[in-house]
């Protein structure tokens, strides 16, 4: 008897190339096989008779092969099968491209099904390259078919056969990860109806039947998972620190505080004191100040005799962090140094030593904080800017050289507040969602290409009027090559240079550019000696030049929403009224909507929210950086309110039974789940 755990040898059909082949998806076992979940659908539910055929319609054809096909080299590496078939309705032209062994696949006198996509010219009707099978048989015509992500070795049908194979034998073996009493309450189908109607569909109610239940598994799983983690992080304990004054630092700053950058102080202290080690998330919009609460929680750590680090991903960051801070934590008698890869040798030796000997207090630096040579006296905190910059594990390393030091991560990626909970699962999150006052609203244009010479016109006023500007431009694909942002960006700055503005300053920076070269161009726009900075995305993260009163981005419609919203709050943190354009020429409906989200609001949060409705959450969840394990149904932009549902009743299990352990099933999947992303999460 087959089980689950059975190879899927199998499965007639699949030898020993295929299993390879399958291997490479993941696929070792019946168990896997079935859990191998379609990426999409096709509709082939629609027949229609030849003459019915409309332009451009996808349908199935019911039709008998009139004659023998013909095969025919049209020239080297192109040969062309030909099919004419026929219904009482008319005749249908098949044509199929390199599949010349379509010739001896089909008979003169035998129907079949074809489906694909019409053409009509006039009375004509065409197919190229349908879907064939024998008439009758339904199994790549007729239904709802799965489309399968492949792989070298592997085609649709093979998946498609073998997965009926694998349902029948051990669709009913399949043991349920979601506790009875959850399924009924939540309105759920069992699982062996959901793994048979997420892969062979009778409808589209049944298929959204299903995937409602294996979405709420996946997040159900997934939030216990979470949930037992942060279970753990609560047990563990360290020595309170003491509540310290921070009345001279803040008195001492040039501006009150706002009442979200208040809160999120209050939530460090809060955390500092509580006796367990912070893990804390401050996420706040472009310019909302999250430096000042990040100096605050420096000053705790030092005025409780401990040392601080604060890691930025870019030597621009991390020098300008220390600009900033250095002369505000020096007059409250801290001294902190700076430690990045430009850091010369000399210097650097005298910081290492100040931070060994614990004479230094604060650290300040790059991913040079976290080379084996930097030692702490006695490392207490660890403050991450950026945050979606790092992995999770490099965050980690930092800890790594205190004891339990506290953590606080700052991050300007605005996410729904319900989809940070779930990202950053184990982490207390502080949403900081006010901007100083007197910020500007930042005008913002989406315009077609057509209008390059007005906003080079507009650019020229504006540094005649003492500003500078930047221009974005995306990477250059040259097919299948490693997009080249280099050419682009440099490319495009010589014409700027020579063709629009020779009279002014015009620079490049790419991501190519060696660290030093970078940051030497971007001191240089710093200090107003070049006027129009031409570069590719390196200035998304947090460079300050209140100055720039211009954004131009080319290509917009390649960024994702949330990326624009980054790159617009470059400009607009001086007192000079500040403009963003958007040049584009896709005219898509989407692409139009996206950039209409963009002029339409200034609120970080507000584009996150949409870009999640018009893309998915695969910019969070893509590149997988928050080393949380991938979700494979889920799609947290519309299931959000299943999101909820889980997470309450995950909430519920674990109360009931924080060990899971009168439900072994559950316990083992969720472990599975996790281990994928073991070591990932701290
Ligand atoms: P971000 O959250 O993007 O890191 P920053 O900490 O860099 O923001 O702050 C952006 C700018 O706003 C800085 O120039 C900073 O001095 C200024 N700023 C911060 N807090 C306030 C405040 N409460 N009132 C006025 N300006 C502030
Ligand atoms: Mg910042």
Known sequence: MPELTTGVRYVKGIGEQRARSLEKLGVRTLGDLIAYFPRAYDDRRSYKKIRDLEEGECACV??????????????????????????????????FFNQAYMKDNLRAGESYTFFGKAEVTGRRRAMANP?????????????????????????????????????????????DPLPDAVRQAHQLCRIGYAYEQIHFPSSEETLAIARRRLVFEELFLLAIGLKRLRGRRDELTCPPWLETGLEDFIEGLPF????????????????????????????????????????????????NGRQAALMAPTEILAEQHHRGLAPLLEKLGVRSVLLTGAVKAKARRAALEALAGGEAQVAIGTHALLTDDVVYRSLG???????????VAQRAALAAKGDRPHLLVMSATPIPRTLALMIYGDLDVSVMDEL?????????????????????????????????????CSMVEENDQIPDDRKAASEYAGILQERVFPHLRVACVHGRMKPREKDKVMAAFSA????????????????????????????????????????????GRGRHKSYCI???DNRSDEARARLKVMTGTNDGFQIAEEDLKLRGPGDFFGHRQHG???????????????????????????????????YPETAARVEAMFASAAGAMN
């Open 256 to 303: 009150p505080l706002t009442g979200a950058q208040r809160r999120a102080i209050d939530d460090v202290r809060a955390d500092l004191t509580s006796g367990r080690p912070m893990n804390r998330l401050i996420q706040g919009d472009v310019g909302s100040g999250k430096t000042v609460v990040a100096a605050a929680a420096l000053l705790c750590a030092v005025r």
């Open 381 to 391: 905190l660890v403050v991450t800017d950026e945050q979606h910059r790092f992995g």
């Open 582 to 584: 958007l040049v584009s």
């Open 436 to 472: 100083p006052p007197g910020r500007q609203i930042i005008d913002t244009f989406a315009v077609p290409g057509s209008y390059h010479q007005r906003i080079y016109t507009f650019i020229d006023k504006q540094v005649a009027a003492g500003r500078q500007a930047y221009i974005v």
């Open 528 to 571: 107003g000696e070049i006027h129009v900075l031409v570069s590719t995305t390196v200035v998304e993260v947090g460079v300050d030049v209140p100055n720039a009163t211009v954004m131009v981005v080319e290509d917009a419609d390649r960024f994702g929403l949330s990326q624009l919203h980054q790159l617009r709050g470059r400009v």
């Open 131 to 175: 879907i064939v099978e024998r008439e009758g048989a339904r199994l790549m015509t007729g239904r709802i078919m799965p489309i399968y992500a492949l792989t070298a070795g592997i085609s649709q049908t093979t998946l498609v056969k073998s997965m009926e194979q694998g349902l029948a034998a051990c669709g009913k073996l399949l043991p």
């Open 62 to 95: 019911e039709a008998m092969a009139a004659a023998s096909p013909t095969l025919s080299r049209i020239r080297q590496g192109l040969e062309l099968v030909k099919l004419r078939a026929v219904d009482e309705t008319g005749a249908l032209d098949v044509t």
């Open 628 to 662: 949380l394990p991938a979700l494979k149904v889920a799609d947290l932009s519309c299931d959000m309110a299943l999101l909820r549902e889980a997470q309450e009743a995950a909430g519920r299990l674990l109360e009931r039974d924080p060990e899971l352990s009168a």
